[in-house]
């Protein structure tokens, strides 16, 4: 009888002792601590906690139970971190260990095409197919530059209502033109056509009310599983909602697929045609309820977050006179602001920096999972937990940013504590606006791009002031993004 190499014997022995210390280590490990809770029903504070209230509560359990806490909604387990430090180790030196999404129920899991979305998707071969196309194709920055011509109509189009507005002396309620020019600009990107306004209006109409249906589903999170027995009513209209978006969609892809051949230009849909995903034995292509829940997400990823940071941008600058004054006077030797200047306007860019700091769109990210138990800080994460971060704790930490309430572009400038931020937290964190990691936001350069060159445009053909007597009103109110309780109203002037 042959024996094999003593050194080998030894060292195979030797790995899965250790690998078995750290499993036997692990398992002995606490989970995150929680408020009290009971079955069903989960934390007890929910009982009498209004969801505008949550932030609030959140952090008062952060300062008793520390920057890793599980909190418990119906049967979900959910660990929220708030730490920096912690959220770097976690999505950024821990590559893919929480790069996955937890399950979403039935309910959204319809209305997104059983999870098919780049943001839905869990990391595996899929999930990278899909955002390899998406941030090698339409997002290649070669490919954005290509939509500068639509980018440029968009804001003749949108300058041109302000005018007629601005003319009247009426007060302007911004945020519905700011969206018609988003949806206008994705939808084009989208699918390749410059669409008639009744098309964009159908489009931006089952999207918005698709967004808005998703904050009557929370109540499922309590029902996972027989949620749509129980509340059969919102089940049938979530049904009736995803038959009206494919009414919407599948003309446009239909005939996208037609005339694809016969033009020279580019768009999502195009490359959602020859993307291949794999399957048991080789690869496929997408099927069109694929296709639509990818458009739907390329279209609403790319329109609801910029409109309302657009907004609360624009607040900010209405409110701050001095800071508008300042921004203006760097843009007068420019007739327009062409994209090609953006880099040049340093005090521009730190006006969209602190704006997204102070006023990011969403004040938790979309919620990770982990992929296998994973140790964090001395706390077992159990393979499939769901997992979220405060974006909020560290974008207004006062250990990184003075006075981190107050609207201050300066702090961007050089010599400011914003300085060398970096938006991608590859380094260290200090703003979680887009993410960080495996998912973070692809849509980030874009939406840096469609900030700038719109804020631009908007400040240098504007004066904009609030109501006569009267400030803007900063408080929030939480949809599927964080936005303006009273929606931006601003008496505009055009400047000579």
């Known amino acids: 009888m042959e024996i094999g190499n003593p050194f080998i014997i030894f060292l195979t022995l030797f790995i899965s002792v250790v690998f078995l210390l750290r499993r036997l280590r692990r398992s002995s490990l606490p989970l995150p601590p929680s408020p009290l809770s009971l079955p069903f029903f989960g934390n007890l504070i929910w009982l009498h906690t209004r969801f505008s209230e949550l932030e609030t ?21 959910i660990v929220l971190v708030s730490d920096r430090h912690v959220t770097h180790k976690m999505l950024v030196q821990g590559g893919t260990d929480f790069a996955g999404r937890p399950p979403v129920g039935p309910a959204l899991s319809l209305l997104s095409g059983n999870q098919f979305t780049i943001n839905g998707l869990s990391y595996g071969p899929h999930w990278r197919a899909l955002r390899r196309n998406l941030s090698s194709e339409i997002l290649n920055p070669a490919t954005i530059r290509v939509f500068a011509p639509a980018r440029r109509w968009v804001l003749a189009d949108l300058l041109q209502k302000l005018k007629l507005h601005a003319h009247c002396g009426r007060l302007i309620t911004l945020v519905p033109i700011f969206q018609n020019a988003m949806f206008s600009l994705l939808a084009f990107m989208c699918f390749g ?9 159908e489009i931006e109409a089952i999207q918005r009310e698709i967004l808005l249906y998703v904050e009557k589903l929370t109540v499922f999170a309590f029902l996972p599983k027989y949620g749509k027995f129980l509340l059969y009513n919102r089940w049938k209209k979530i049904k009736e909602l995803r038959a009206r978006q494919k009414q919407v969609f599948l003309p446009l892809i239909r005939s996208r697929r037609e005339k694809r051949e016969k033009t020279f230009e580019i768009c999502y849909l195009d490359t959602l045609f020859e993307v291949q995903v794999p399957k048991e034995e080789g690869s496929r292509k997408l099927e069109d309820d694929e296709i639509i829940s990818l458009c739907s997400e390329f279209i609403n990823g790319g329109t609801d977050t910029t409109v309302t940071s657009l907004e609360w941008i624009m607040a900010c600058l209405v409110n701050n006179s001095e800071v508008q004054r300042k921004l203006a006077k760097g843009m007068k030797e420019y007739t327009v602001i062409e994209e090609e200047e953006l880099g040049k306007m340093s005090y521009l860019r730190a006006v969209v920096m602190e704006g997204l700091r102070r006023h990011p769109p969403g004040h938790f990210l979309l919620s990770h999972a982990a992929m296998e138990e994973t140790d964090v800080e001395g706390y077992k994460i159990p393979k499939g937990w769901a997992v979220n971060f405060m974006v909020t704790e560290m974008n207004w930490s006062d250990e990184l940013w003075r006075e981190p309430l107050e609207f201050r572009p300066e702090r961007f400038l ?68 964080v936005s303006m309780k009273s929606p931006l109203k601003a008496r505009l002037f055009p400047r000579s």
């Open 193 to 201: 056509d410059k669409l008639d306004e009744k098309t964009v209006m």
């Open 414 to 481: 050089e010599g400011g504590e914003g300085e060398s931020v970096d938006l991608t937290g590859t380094k260290e964190i200090k703003m979680l606006t887009f993410g960080a990691g495996r998912r973070i936001c692809p849509g980030l350069g874009l939406a840096m791009l469609h900030l700038g060159f719109f804020i631009g445009n908007l400040i240098k053909e504007f004066e904009w002031a609030p109501p006569e007597g009267e400030e803007v009103d900063m408080r929030e109110k939480v949809q599927f993004t």
């Open 57 to 77: 509560v959140l952090r008062k359990l952060r300062l008793k139970y520390g920057p890793i806490l599980t909190v418990k909604i119906g049967s979900l387990r």
